[in-house]
Structures are given as C-alpha cells and as structure tokens.
C-alpha cells in the first residue's frame, strides 16, 4: 500500500470523528465581550467592525439559538447567501 493513501485513510479515520462530534455552541453574543461563539468571531474582526459584525450575526435567529456547530454554520451560510442575493 502506497503511503499518501495510508495518510489519506488516517486522515478520514481522524476527521470523521471530529465531523461526526455534537459538541454544544454557545453562539449568543450580548456584547464583544462575550465568550460566545458569536462573540469569539466577532473578536477577530477589525476594533471598527466589531459592533457590526454582532449586529449582523444577532439579526437572524437561528444564529442565535443554534445548538450544535453544524447549525450555526449552516445558519450563517444561509444569511450570507439570502444578503447576497439581495445586493444582486
């Protein structure tokens, strides 16, 4: 057996676990302070951009209420792509 196929079947052995894993996100924000998930993206914005950036997050509530890490992104991905549409 080839090597890189050897790390590639531990890789996908590795990652399937971390995908597969319901780990509960706390993704409400109330402030940048906040030790949320929303909190902690929005700490990673610009000092300018960080009350926007919770703004934008805190409008839609199913960012808000996500539970698991999956929902939240999906969450988020789902409002990306509606604002998008929107400008277009």
Known sequence: MNYSVLYSLLLIACLIP???SSL?????AYGH???G???QIC???KQDQMI???NILRADARILFAKKFVE???AVLGQSNRR???SS
């Open 24 to 28: 509960p996100t706390n993704s409400r």
């Open 52 to 54: 926007n950036c919770t």
């Open 72 to 74: 939240f992104s999906k």
């Open 33 to 35: 302070h906040d030790h």
């Open 84 to 86: 998008a549409e929107l």
């Open 43 to 45: 700490n990673e914005t």
């Open 18 to 20: 971390i995908c597969r």
């Open 37 to 39: 998930l929303i909190g």
